[in-house]
């Protein structure tokens, strides 16, 4: 009787592992089809990211008068902002041979209002990719009195006043090779400093 029931045990084991080998043969499968099977840390390791919050400083930017005031043909600035070009992300290719050909930028959520992202661009060098992203903060022009749209004035000075605000938002990172294919999220902070220009050209 025991010699059965030892029998009737072993059998069991033996179904169990032949049921748990056949579940990883059908994951593989499905790997072998299409379906991811990495996991974030593995796409880190494909993908090298350099980024810093960005701080943007007036007297660094470039006014542009949006909004004038005035009456007749004399109308002088009294609202605009300040246009900035900087880098985003740095994105460097860090697979084995070199795979990736093109790296993308699907979205950026989260820069709608001030500071905003007007335009993006990817650059690339080798296997060195940058995200270079055109930003505006908002800013009023007081005392500007000269027609026109420059926050200046022939008697005393116009200032470009850029007020703080801040947001941080989402890139999302999208880069492809024949064999390998890595899609990122990652948080960037934009800042507009507060700070005052005089006479901005």
Do not use: K, W
Request: hydrophobic content about 35%; some cysteine.
């Amino acid at each position: 009787m025991r010699t059965i029931t030892y029998l009737g045990l072993g059998l069991l084991v033996c179904g169990a592992l032949v049921f748990v080998a056949s579940s990883g043969a059908f994951d593989s499968t499905l790997a072998d089809r299409g379906v991811s099977a990495g996991t974030a840390d593995d796409e880190d390791a494909l993908v090298g990211l350099d980024h810093s919050d960005t701080i943007l400083s007036a007297e660094e930017g470039e006014f542009i008068c949006t909004e004038q005031s005035g009456f007749l043909f004399f109308q002088y600035c009294s609202d605009g902002e300040f246009t900035y070009n900087e880098i985003l992300l740095s994105v460097s290719d860090q697979t084995a041979t070199a795979e990736f050909e093109t790296i993308d930028i699907n979205e950026i959520a989260g820069f709608n209002d001030n500071p905003s992202i007007e335009s993006t661009v990817v650059e690339s060098d080798g296997d060195e990719y940058t995200l270079e992203a055109s930003i505006r903060c908002n800013a009023e022009c007081t005392g500007g009195s000269l027609v026109g749209d420059a926050c200046q004035s022939p008697i005393g000075s116009g200032e470009a006043v850029q007020h703080s605000a801040s947001q941080t938002g989402t890139v999302d990172l999208e880069a492809n090779g024949q064999t390998v294919s890595v899609d990122l999220d990652r948080p960037v902070e934009i800042a507009c400093e507060a700070g005052t220009v005089t006479e901005p050209g």
